[in-house]
């Protein structure tokens, strides 16, 4: 078995340099690497409202509202935060992540994927499942469940084009913006080091 401490105390150092180096960020650039994964999760979550707000519009539910609407903002919020935290903002400011395109492309993935597309899908059990509940929709027969669904997601998958494009758009300049930002803090002297 091998013992990997020497490579443990280089990364602990690493991330110890990095950290040191954020704090003498002035406030607004220590704020986007701090709470940029709060950003993507609240345009998630805003995305998970749009979603739900347009499937209910479509299979006329007008009951539950609350009991919608909380689990599609705070679910999807989740998701988007917890995974731009770690794709993105943890590897950063840990020294895994060292190339600007690869945080730009993996930014935009996580605001494609978990902070647009999976709170769309989201939504379509959520308003089933109280479509059914309240009986107000015409439900499919067992044999064309799919493409009743594919058919009622059409015309919302097409409103919500421009909030998904414009997460995933967001998403990959707050990833170019948090390198930006880091490569500064890496730029600065060490505190306490007079630079002549």
């Known amino acids: 078995m091998e013992n990997h401490e020497p490579d443990d105390t280089i990364k602990e150092k690493l991330i110890d340099i990095i950290t040191r180096k954020i704090s003498q960020l002035p406030e607004a650039d220590r704020n986007v690497l701090e709470n940029g994964s709060t950003y993507i999760g609240l345009n998630a979550g805003l995305c998970g409202l749009i979603a739900n707000s347009l499937f209910r519009r479509i299979l006329h539910v007008t009951q539950a509202r609350i009991a919608a609407g909380l689990p ?57 499942g109280l479509a059914a509940r309240y009986n107000s929709a015409l439900l499919p027969e067992k044999g064309n469940i799919l493409n009743y669904w594919v058919r009622i997601s059409k015309p919302v998958f097409r409103k919500m084009l421009f909030p998904i494009l414009l997460q995933t758009g967001f998403a990959a300049y707050l990833g170019s913006r948090q390198y930006k930002v880091l490569i500064k803090a890496l730029q600065l002297p060490e505190p306490g080091i007079e630079i002549q």
């Open 72 to 128: 599609m903002a705070v679910i999807p919020f989740l998701t988007a935060y917890t995974s731009y935290q770690g794709f993105v903002s943890l590897p950063l400011n840990t020294g895994d992540l060292q190339c600007e395109t690869c945080t730009i492309i993996r930014g935009g993935l996580v605001g494609l994927i978990f902070g647009g597309l999976y709170p769309a899908f989201l939504a379509i059990p959520v308003n089933g």
